[in-house]
């Protein structure tokens, strides 16, 4: 596979296949069309044209207005028109975590095509012959993308958490990383995509860091995501990437943003401006 072809699966989505949902003039989300059927059921929530989805939720503060739609949630979830909730809240916003007006279960996020935010930390070890990178193995009773590999630490943002208290939260959860090490991290950018899946539609905002670990450190997993953890060659990386999806598919981006900016990727690759363009599209 070339780079580029990650860059296309990870935005690959027909928006005509959604209409929007609004809060008064701000849109929120998009939602696949036959899945606004199934919302029609809670006709004091939603008001559906042919146009769109407005959701109707009077209150002043999040927590109020977030009340009637979550708990519609819960009863999707009890109705099994909505597989699980997680009881993690993530941020509704037409913009960034700061202009959230509502919050709604993670699980249901790609249902009603919101934004959503995480944190993907490469994690890496200097050595005399090049970098190596951490690369996890994902644990096979994963819901998603079982028996992928995966970064060393990565891990969505919940509302109403500091961008570095849920990285030191994730480091050492996901990788047994101490909170001193963990804000040795240096953030990198951030990356966008917005990809279609069976749930929905996923417009997603990765922040990025790097984080150069001692030759001596051995991550361990203390929360069961990971089977395993292997350290290899930059070239690797490379030949694993250009073999075939076996990393989880967004990680793919975040490793081609790290190859770009440590010159593995260099100016005169063939894809470096598709490439560069392609990991910052603007969300819908």
Same mark, same amino acid.
């Not at 028109?81 to 790609?110: C, K, M, N």
């Given at each position: 596979?070339?780079?580029r072809?990650y860059?296309?699966?990870?935005?690959r989505?027909?928006?005509?296949?959604?209409?929007?949902?609004?809060?008064?003039?701000?849109?929120?989300?998009?939602?696949?069309?036959p899945?606004?059927?199934?919302?029609?059921?809670?006709?004091?929530?939603?008001s559906?044209?042919?146009?769109?989805?407005?959701?109707?939720?009077?209150?002043?503060?999040?927590?109020?207005?977030?009340?009637?739609?979550?708990?519609?949630?819960?009863?999707?979830?009890?109705?099994?028109?909505?597989?699980?909730l997680?009881?993690?809240?993530?941020?509704?916003?037409?913009?960034?975590?700061?202009?959230? $007006?509502?919050? *709604?279960? !993670?699980?249901?996020?790609? &249902?009603?095509?919101?934004?959503? =935010?995480?944190?993907h930390? /490469?994690?890496?070890?200097?050595?005399?012959?090049?970098l190596?990178?951490?690369v996890?193995?994902?644990?096979a009773?994963?819901?998603?993308?079982?028996?992928?590999?995966?970064?060393?630490v990565?891990?969505?943002?919940?509302?109403?958490?500091?961008?570095?208290?849920?990285?030191?939260k994730?480091?050492?959860e996901?990788?047994?990383?101490?909170?001193?090490?963990?804000?040795?991290?240096?953030?990198?950018?951030?990356?966008?995509?917005?990809?279609?899946?069976?749930?929905?539609?996923?417009p997603?905002?990765?922040?990025?860091?790097d984080?150069?670990?001692?030759?001596?450190?051995?991550?361990?997993?203390?929360?069961?995501?990971?089977?395993?953890?292997? $350290?290899?060659? *930059?070239? !690797?990386?490379?030949?694993? &990437?250009?073999?075939?999806?076996? =990393?989880?598919?967004?990680? /793919?981006?975040?490793?081609?943003?790290?190859l770009?900016?440590?010159?593995?990727?260099?100016?005169?690759h063939?894809?470096?401006?598709y490439?560069?363009?392609?990991?910052?599209?603007?969300?819908?």
């Amino acid at each position: 596979m070339k780079y580029r072809d990650y860059i296309d699966q990870c935005n690959r989505h027909r928006l005509a296949d959604f209409l929007p949902l609004t809060f008064g003039q701000q849109k929120i989300g998009y939602l696949r069309r036959p899945f606004v059927q199934t919302i029609s059921a809670w006709d004091g929530l939603f008001s559906v044209t042919a146009d769109g989805v407005e959701l109707i939720a009077p209150g002043e503060g999040i927590e109020e207005r977030s009340r009637g739609w979550n708990q519609m949630l819960v009863e999707m979830a009890q109705q099994g028109s909505l597989e699980y909730l997680t009881g993690e809240p993530y941020p509704v916003t037409p913009g960034g975590r700061a202009q959230a $007006l509502f919050v *709604i279960d !993670r699980a249901a996020a790609p &249902l009603f095509g919101v934004r959503a =935010f995480g944190q993907h930390v /490469n994690g890496f070890v200097r050595h005399a012959g090049g970098l190596h990178l951490w690369v996890g193995k994902r644990s096979a009773d994963r819901k998603n993308f079982p028996g992928k590999l995966d970064h060393l630490v990565a891990g969505g943002l919940p509302y109403a958490v500091t961008l570095e208290a849920n990285l030191i939260k994730e480091c050492r959860e996901e990788a047994g990383i101490p909170a001193a090490l963990a804000r040795r991290a240096i953030s990198t950018g951030a990356i966008t995509y917005v990809a279609e899946s069976s749930r929905g539609l996923k417009p997603d905002t990765i922040y990025c860091y790097d984080l150069e670990l001692p030759a001596e450190f051995q991550p361990r997993c203390t929360d069961g995501e990971v089977e395993k953890f292997e $350290l290899w060659p *930059i070239a !690797r990386v490379m030949e694993v &990437l250009e073999t075939g999806p076996e =990393f989880k598919l967004n990680c /793919n981006l975040v490793i081609i943003d790290f190859l770009i900016r440590h010159g593995y990727i260099p100016p005169d690759h063939e894809d470096y401006l598709y490439l560069i363009n392609g990991l910052h599209p603007g969300l819908p």
